[in-house]
Nanobody, 118 residues
Framework: QVQLAESGGGLVQPGGSLRLSCAPSGSIFIIRDMGWGWYRQAPGKQREWVATITSGLSTEYADSVKGRFTISRDNAKNTVYLQMNSLKPEDTAVYYC??????????WGRGTQGTVSS
């Protein structure tokens, strides 16, 4: 059974950066031919979509993160990344990866906590 493992979260000050990683584990599962997304869930709010990268490397972002976040993938490492710059307190959330919206989702991982606070 595929398990998604997110990592790279932490505590940063406003204006800081974090780089999140996502890799499947628990079975042989290749990310190369799939579109992937990052999602986040802030306290008391529903999970929301943040960014998408297709198998053809096209990207799309939520308006709230456009120009600050960058999604990328390294197929050789079977890993998807989210570079988050110019972080704001409202970016505080648990961040998850999964297949892109509209796809059949895999089981959600535990996510990685990103906290932006002075």
């Amino acid at each position: 059974q595929v398990q998604l493992a997110e990592s790279g979260g932490g505590l940063v000050q406003p204006g800081g950066s974090l780089r999140l990683s996502c890799a499947p584990s628990g079975s042989i599962f290749i990310i190369r031919d799939m579109g992937w997304g990052w999602y986040r869930q802030a306290p008391g709010k529903q999970r929301e979509w943040v960014a998408t990268i297709t198998s053809g490397l096209s990207t799309e972002y939520a308006d709230s993160v456009k120009g600050r976040f960058t999604i990328s993938r390294d197929n050789a490492k079977n890993t998807v990344y989210l570079q988050m710059n110019s972080l704001k307190p409202e970016d505080t959330a648990v961040y998850y990866c999964n297949r892109r919206p509209g796809s059949t989702m895999l089981n959600w991982g535990r996510g990685t906590q990103g906290t932006v606070s002075s």
